[in-house]
């Protein structure tokens, strides 16, 4: 049978309450990372970095997975939950799945990253593996013919943002006067969960999404003014981008945030380098784009947030890119 999660026409900002709640319920599980200050001498500006890889499964998806697992009302656990994730936000659901002791399913495209892949089935989600088009519709259409359980989407889910959001709160209490936050982009729910926050609570801050130039959606339907479809490549920056914006985010994300900061895979290796060897840091691509588009001189002046997002990235990548070497396809 057919399992869809209830759509509605636009998502809105995600009110503070609901974050406060969000940080509450998930504080026992997911970590209050650090916000640490980036320690290069020829740095462009005062830069930051929310070390989001710190978390349990490596990423922030720990914060919106968390949120939104726990927030389930018991009469719906017993089916289970199942998310649609290349990686990150699989491993999210699956490690609070076998926290609560629920069924997880996870569809994923038959290219994601077989290390993701595994560590996700480690935790014991049964992987379902279908081609990359047909991925990317279960993600739009928010159902599947193959599972059944409680849809915990990646990103277009309120209670997925709010959880998201929590960072944004630890970034004022850290740095209450953060000029700019540049975010890595995939499917908007980090970017515009954080992003509701300090649109609430310290408008002045500049809002920026993050994306690399092989799968960058979000910049080209802004300068089009309406969702358009990109170039895309697949790359070692497999945590983010594709070839369009997805349908339901675009609308929150063009309301909350400044722009979209695109780089080079050049620049992201780049990044992953500073960051390893610098900070002793392990940022995967998705997770170094942020740091990327501030080095290369993007961001506004003032004190900038750069989202370390995660730092699941396959050894044998890291190792060539630290090396100076072309990595090879995934992270």
């Known amino acids: 049978m057919k399992q869809s999660a209830p759509l509605t026409s636009l998502l809105e900002p995600v009110p503070i309450r609901a974050v406060e709640v969000a940080r509450a319920r998930i504080a026992d599980t997911a970590l209050r990372t650090p916000l640490v200050r980036v320690n290069l001498p020829d740095a462009p500006g005062d830069l930051y970095l929310k070390l989001e890889n710190l978390q349990p499964v490596g990423s922030f998806k720990m914060r919106g997975a968390g949120n939104a697992v726990l927030a389930l009302d018991k009469d719906r656990l017993s089916d289970g939950v199942w998310t649609v994730s290349a990686g990150n936000m699989a491993r999210g659901v699956a490690w609070y799945a076998r926290r609560i002791g629920i069924p997880c399913t996870v569809i994923v495209p038959d290219d994601a990253p077989p290390a ?19 991925y990317q519709a279960i993600q739009r259409e928010h159902a599947c013919e193959h599972v059944h359980g409680t849809l915990i989407h990646p990103f277009a889910d309120d209670s997925v943002m709010a959880g998201n959001a929590t960072i944004g709160l630890e970034i004022l209490e850290d740095l209450p006067d953060v000029d700019a936050v540049i975010i890595p982009y995939g499917g908007g729910g980090l970017s515009c969960g954080i ?3 300090l649109r609430s609570l310290r408008p002045q801050t500049r809002l920026f999404a993050a994306e690399v130039g092989t799968a960058a959606p979000l910049a080209a339907s802004l300068a089009a ?3 358009v479809v990109a170039p895309y490549s697949p790359s070692f920056v497999s945590g983010i981008g594709g070839p369009a914006v997805f349908p339901r985010m675009w609308d929150l994300s063009r309301r909350l945030l400044d722009g979209s900061l695109v780089v080079t895979l050049p620049q992201v290796a780049e990044a992953i380098r500073i960051l390893c060897r610098h900070h002793r840091v392990v940022a995967e691509g998705a997770g170094a784009v942020a740091l990327a588009a501030a080095l290369g001189g993007k961001a506004p002046a003032g004190k900038t947030v750069c989202i370390v997002s995660g730092g699941n990235i396959d050894t044998v990548t890291v190792i060539r890119i630290l090396r100076g070497e072309d990595p090879p396809f995934s992270d």
């Open 225 to 227: 003014g309406r969702p």
């Open 116 to 134: 993701k892949v595994e560590a996700t089935r480690s935790l014991g989600a049964r992987i379902i593996a279908v081609p990359f088009s047909e």
């Open 195 to 197: 992003a509701s926050v």
